[in-house]
């Protein structure tokens, strides 16, 4: 028997000793080595042996960590084995590689064992034929329930929702819900609480587990449920649904229709992932990378960040006409020319930080009536205050550098009023852009920058040029 032969079984039980990953978290180099000899000698077994014991998250970290044909040998090799849960935890580009290889014959065996959300997405990807060619090949029932899924909007709580819940008529008792979930074979693999339904599933309470455990056989589950309810649309978008998860501290909730009947529940675990994508998405937003994923290709890079990089172009230029504007002015003094980029960099840095506090606001919906009056009026005030103490600051490390205060109190005049406007245009900007249906993570940083830019640039040469008499 070979060394490899000898090592695998040990490796494929070395997720519990630690030996699957390094102290810092990282994926165990060694270990790669071994896989990637198994899947280039084809040895199905020993891949099945090595990765089979894995959890699906870090199955889908070990797809990300090897290339393309190493990613399609693996799946192939393991075959029915593969858990296809593995491809909802890899970047988009890389599930949609994997998937586009492989017959929709065995998508559709792959998907036919997962929960019906990370079924959902992954279905979602596929082209409508072959969409289509996968959920024929499912059951019936199930085939009927991820097309009820996959009827609801993108990025609502209908895809993310699992369609398999416990629910009970409020006229039973605990006695006779406790024997049903016993006896009942087809439940959820998990579940927190039970929902009372009436005739039409529309939903009268809930009951939570603890409660059930607590009361006695004979108990009417209409005298123990919740009424107070908190329910989520199906078509609501996911993130207002991890919104609701957030302010009322859910671990599940219910989903109900246009008609109020229920079809599903969502999970906590689902809207943490829904929490980290939308977080995610806005980060990259902000900095103009649209939905680019690490292991996109460098075409892919490339479109997503030429938009924005040519936006970002127009406005340097119109930032360099002002400059323009002033070109005696700075041959007359030269160190207005060292000075100036101090004032627009400060007001940029400012400006940013309003802005985030105020995109994160939006995107929390924390900016009711009384809430932006009072941002406005403190980002304004606070805009003010910073400019006054790096005014001063600014103002004697010139005037001692250059041995003129009065080319000190024009700097300071101008950093004054750009942290001023950074502070306004860092609130008014994405305020603007929300009113307007425009995504404010997405445009607000290159029109703060600008605005930030020109009018610090202007400020200081104005106000240089009327004071010196330079004009």
Request: net charge negative; glycine share 8%; proline share 3%.
């Amino acid at each position: 028997m070979s060394e490899e032969t000898d090592w695998a079984p040990d490796a494929g039980a070395a997720l519990d000793s630690g030996g699957f990953r390094d102290d810092d978290g990282r994926i165990n180099a060694l270990w790669m080595e071994r896989l990637r000899a198994f899947l280039e000698a084809g040895r199905a077994d020993d891949v099945t042996t090595v990765v089979g014991p894995l959890h699906h998250s870090d199955t889908g970290d070990v797809l990300e960590q090897l290339d393309h044909n190493e990613r399609l040998a693996l799946v192939r090799l393991m075959g029915d084995r593969f858990d296809f849960s593995a491809l909802t935890e890899v970047d988009e580009s890389i599930r949609l590689e994997i998937m586009e290889e492989l017959p929709n014959a065995a998508i559709a065996r792959g998907v036919a064992g997962l929960d019906n959300d990370d079924a959902v997405s992954l279905l979602e990807d596929l082209e409508p034929h072959d969409r289509n060619e996968v959920l024929s090949a499912l059951p019936t029932f199930e085939r009927l329930s991820l097309k009820r899924s996959l009827d609801f909007p993108e990025d609502s709580a209908g895809r993310r929702m699992q369609t398999d819940f416990i629910a009970i008529p409020p006229f039973w008792t605990v006695g006779h819900t406790i024997d049903y979930m016993r006896r009942e074979r087809d439940l959820p693999d998990e579940f927190y609480q039970i929902y009372v339904v009436d005739a039409a599933y529309k939903v009268l309470g809930t009951v939570p587990l603890d409660r059930i455990l607590r009361s006695l056989r004979g108990t009417p589950i209409e005298s123990i449920m919740n009424t107070t309810l908190v329910l989520i649309d199906a078509n609501e978008d996911q993130e207002e649904a991890a919104r609701q998860f957030e302010r009322y501290d859910l671990v599940e909730v219910g989903v109900v229709d246009e008609n109020g009947r229920m079809v599903g529940v969502l999970t906590v675990d689902d809207m943490v992932d829904v929490i980290q994508e939308e977080a995610d998405e806005d980060f990259r937003l902000l900095a103009g990378v649209g939905d680019e994923d690490v292991s996109d290709t460098t075409v892919d890079t490339v479109r997503s960040r030429v938009p924005w990089l040519v936006i970002n172009l127009f406005t340097a230029v119109m930032t360099s006409m002002v400059i323009g504007l002033f070109n005696a002015t700075i041959e007359q003094m030269v160190a207005l020319a060292v000075l100036m980029p101090i004032v627009a960099s400060m007001g940029g840095n400012a400006g940013a930080q309003t802005m985030t506090v105020t995109v994160r606001a939006l995107a929390m919906r924390e900016l009711d009536g009384g809430r932006l009056r009072r941002l406005i009026r403190r980002e304004v005030v606070v805009g003010f205050v910073n400019g006054i103490i790096f005014a001063i600051l600014i103002g004697v490390v010139t005037a001692l550098r250059y041995g003129d205060v009065q080319l000190g109190a024009v700097i300071a005049a101008a950093m004054i009023i750009n942290m001023i406007v950074a502070g306004t245009a860092g609130i008014l900007i994405p305020l603007t852009l929300d009113k307007l249906k425009a995504d404010p993570a997405i445009a607000s940083a290159v029109f703060v920058t600008t605005v930030t830019d020109v009018v610090g640039f202007f400020a200081f040469l104005g106000i240089a040029g009327l004071w010196f008499g330079l004009f």
